[in-house]
């Protein structure tokens, strides 16, 4: 790792609140993400008065066609009684991210000390057209052709299949299901998690079929949510708690919005290219990188990730996912091993267990991650004392991916 001297950090989080993940009928969207937004701020350890906020940054895909509103920060400003710089970022399932991106970049600008980032979709209560609504982030000619995202990432599972696992006896699909496994037993001992309830690779080889080979046990579910984080300039972090996590790295990329234009089906070139500027930034290997938040939209994706961030190489992730569930001998969370390289993915359930509510799944990543590096993960705190963290955003199938690395020590490597 770089000289730890010479690491600067970007930016630091001091406080984080989320809501529960799931059906949240009783709610509509501005009203969850005030009371993630309270809760961050109630969080942060030695007190953030409501001035101190200097500008919001929101991320959101569908607000307009699930609850016919717009102008997200008109009705956060009416929830918060502020009226400071609010922006809201859409990057379908990677807005999160990208808000925490831009909330950096104004605090690294030296134009902010303190933000407040927060990610939300309410999506049940159009649960009948919502499948339909999330191809706006795919591409005309599939949506037409009659597309889906479980059919798009259903192409690329059995793409990834076809080269890599023909011949495995199986087992590459039983690896794709053990993913399933994995994050729903990760996801027990979160009490904000959609789905607390754990299954077998049977389960999820029977599950309905969604788009062959993609089933229902593949795929994360349709949520509701809302979470947020007080975001601060590396200079002021211990004026609000004595353990700031400190963003290291903070990178983005892009890529053409349809899979029919990709160079490849098997990966994503804007992790790809996310990962290598923010390993870049930060002097760091993957090596280095102890608990990840990964885009397990569906279980596919999350093969993808270990493959596109170098853990593993090209075709191989599979085999870690099956080795590592193998030899796992009875800890809470099972880590994916690679020679000397261990790393625990989805603490809390991902995106399968912990729930999908799209604009805020980039943020909730950086909520597990600061638990998860302060020790405060209550039932899925992960026992190595982590102290480097990673979080995988992505938009669509790929059209943009946002990579984050966090901190906890600077003066450890
Ligand atoms: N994982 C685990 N359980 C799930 C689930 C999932 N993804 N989706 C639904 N369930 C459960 C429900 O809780 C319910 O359980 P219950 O009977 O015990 O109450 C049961 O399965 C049926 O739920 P229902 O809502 O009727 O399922 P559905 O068939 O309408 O939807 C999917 C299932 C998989 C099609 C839906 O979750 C889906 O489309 N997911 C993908 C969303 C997506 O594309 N997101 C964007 C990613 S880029």
Not at 383 to 388: A, I
């Amino acid at each position: 790792m770089k000289s730890i001297k010479r690491l600067k950090p970007l930016a630091a989080v001091v406080g984080a609140g989320r809501t529960k993940f799931g059906e949240l009928w009783y709610k509509n969207p501005e009203e969850l993400l005030t009371e993630a937004g309270l809760k961050a701020v109630e969080s942060v350890e030695y007190g953030l008065m409501r001035k101190d906020l200097q500008a919001c940054y929101f991320g959101s895909f569908l607000y307009q066609v699930t609850n016919k509103l717009a102008l997200v920060p008109g009705y956060m400003a009416r929830e918060l009684g502020m009226n400071i710089p609010m922006s809201n970022t859409e990057a379908a399932c990677g807005s999160g991210g990208s808000a925490l991106y831009n909330a950096c970049l104004g605090i690294r600008s030296g134009e902010y000390d303190v933000a407040l980032v927060g990610g939300f979709e309410k999506m049940t209560d159009r649960s009948e057209k919502i499948i339909d609504d999330l191809m706006f982030a795919g591409d005309l000619h599939e949506f037409g052709a009659g597309y889906t995202f479980a059919g798009l990432y259903a192409s690329m599972m059995a793409r990834y299949i076809h080269d890599y696992g023909d011949g495995s006896d199986g087992k590459c699909r039983e690896a794709l299901a053990l993913i399933t496994c994995k994050n729903h037993l990760h996801a027990m001992g979160n009490e904000y998690a959609q789905f607390r309830r754990e299954f077998s690779v049977d389960d999820v080889l029977n599950s309905p079929l969604v788009a062959d080979p993609i089933r229902m046990l593949h795929c994360s579910p349709v949520s509701d949510g809302a979470v947020a984080l007080v975001v601060v300039s590396p200079e002021v972090a211990k004026k609000y708690t004595d353990t700031p996590i400190y963003i290291v790295g903070s990178q983005q990329a892009t890529d053409d919005v349809s899979i029919c234009s990709r160079e490849s089906l098997t990966g994503i070139k804007a992790t790809r290219l996310a990962m290598e500027k923010v390993l870049k930034e930060t002097g760091m290997t993957i090596g280095d990188i102890q608990v990840a938040e990964a885009h397990d939209c569906f279980t596919i994706e999350e093969i993808f990730f270990l493959e596109d961030s170098g853990f593993c190489k090209e075709g191989e992730g599979w085999k870690i996912v099956y080795d590592s569930y193998e030899s796992f001998n009875g800890s809470k969370h099972i880590p994916y091993v690679n020679g000397n390289r261990e790393l625990v993915v989805n603490a809390g359930g991902g995106l399968k267990a912990d729930g999908h509510p799209v604009g805020a799944t980039g943020v909730r990543q950086v909520y597990e991650c600061f638990k998860q590096l302060r020790g405060e993960a209550g039932g899925n705190q992960v026992d190595t004392e982590p102290n480097v963290a990673l979080c995988h955003n992505i938009g669509g199938t790929g059209g943009i991916a946002t990579v984050h690395i966090l901190m906890r020590d600077l003066s450890k490597s």
